[in-house]
């Protein structure tokens, strides 16, 4: 192996590690605060997701949160066994499963509330150079940022 390539191989010179030590970090910073709620990330982004636009097919979500059905399928049963959601097919079209927050679920929001604030605190990166992170991973992703014209 050349040099170069020995030079490529280091984790050092990796782009995905810092991306995914930081996504790790991250994602711990959210433990103590959903862990009281009985939550994982994973089901606190799908509550996220149902919080901002309730009663919306499982296909949805999966497109919001990058996730596919063998990923979302089962964390969504257990979020229904727990009480947090129903899932029904569609009127419309019986391929469609529609995901409706309970009177649990939608309570949850308001026990949930402080968490970005809190989980923000913690994150010592100016805001600008936060926006720019943002920016740039949804670059990094190919999607539209959110709110934006094209998302």
């Known amino acids: ?4 390539h020995r030079e490529a191989m280091k984790l050092s010179n990796q782009l995905c590690f810092p991306l995914y030590a930081a996504a790790r970090n991250v994602t711990n910073l959210y433990t103590p605060w959903l862990k009281p709620l009985g939550l994982t990330y994973t089901q606190y982004i799908v509550f996220l997701v ?9 296909s949805e979500i999966g497109k919001k949160l990058m996730l ?3 990923t979302l399928s089962p964390l969504l049963k257990k979020m229904e066994q727990a009480g947090y959601l129903s899932r029904c097919r569609s009127s419309e079209d019986d391929r469609v499963v529609v995901v409706t927050l309970t009177e649990a679920g939608k309570a949850l929001q308001e026990k949930a509330g402080d968490i970005p604030g809190k989980v923000g605190r913690c994150i010592d990166l100016p805001a600008e150079k936060a926006r ?12 539209d940022l ?3 014209a094209g998302g």
């Open 1 to 4: 192996m050349d040099r170069d």
């Open 50 to 58: 149902l919080w901002e636009k309730d009663g919306i097919s499982v």
């Open 68 to 70: 596919d059905n063998g």
């Open 132 to 143: 720019l992170l943002y920016s740039l991973l949804y670059e990094l992703l190919g999607k």
């Open 146 to 148: 959110p709110g934006s």
